[in-house]
């Protein structure tokens, strides 16, 4: 079946460091994957997305990295701020279908 | 544009009762979902809908019903709550551009805190 997990639930950073979270995705036929960001008591919000024609994408700050062949995702933070602590949260589908996955999440905590 | 709205934001129920959770988007939409989040855990997907009139199960459907009249509302029915139905219930949409899923984010609702006593 169907599931996206991540590798470590706690990630804890200094402020100023880049921050790596890592997926990992077991339906091979998704092609499109996106990352959400957590607060506390809020709804999830989008991060970035990439396609599965594409390997790597990149935002203000962020990376995101798609090894297909390991079917892996990672996001990377460059410059952590303490406003980055959050759950992070990759997702996944496949076009046409509607419907998105969510893996287990990462909390990121950024010491100042 | 308020987004995507749900109601209530907080609900106690007891074993037994019955209740709708509502969520409205003002966004035109097309794609609709309900998750649910337990503490410490990621969403998992109860329903989804693509469209009015269309509904389809997500990875744990079981206790809850959907319907999907309008393109606006999207309401989930617990009938007969129980203890394992406590946790937070974000509504979602997103629009399509008609070559499938789309290349935009989910809009979030700011959840419903329910609790099953």
């Known amino acids: 079946g169907e599931s996206v997990g991540l590798h470590l639930p706690t990630l804890s950073v200094q402020e100023g460091d880049n921050s790596i979270i890592n997926c990992a995705y077991s339906?091979?036929?998704?092609?499109?994957f996106i990352w959400y960001k957590q607060e506390s008591g809020k709804g999830p919000q989008f991060i970035i997305d990439?396609?599965?024609?594409?390997d790597k994408r990149q935002g203000q700050r962020v990376t995101v990295l798609l090894n297909k062949t390991v079917k892996h995702l990672s996001l990377q933070i460059a410059a952590t701020q303490p406003g980055d602590s959050a759950v992070y949260f990759c997702a996944e589908t496949r076009s046409n279908t509607g419907k998105l996955i969510f893996g287990q999440g990462t909390t990121l905590q950024v010491k100042p | 544009n308020a987004g995507v709205t749900q109601t209530p934001k907080f609900r106690i129920l007891k074993i037994g009762q019955s209740m709708t959770l509502q969520c409205t988007q003002d966004m035109n939409h097309n794609y609709m979902y309900w998750y649910r989040q337990d503490p410490g855990m990621g969403l998992k997907l109860i329903y989804y809908?693509?469209?009015?009139?269309?509904?389809d199960k997500g990875e744990v459907p079981n206790g809850y019903n959907v319907s999907r009249s309008t393109t606006e509302d999207f309401p989930l029915r617990l009938e007969l709550a129980a203890p394992s139905q406590t946790s937070v219930y974000f509504c979602a949409s997103s629009p399509t551009t008609g070559t499938g899923f789309s290349v935009e984010k989910l809009f979030f609702g700011s959840g419903t805190q329910l609790s099953v006593l």
């Open positions: 809908s693509v469209g009015a009139g269309i509904t």
């Open positions: 339906n091979s036929a998704s092609d499109y």
């Open positions: 990439i396609r599965s024609n594409m």
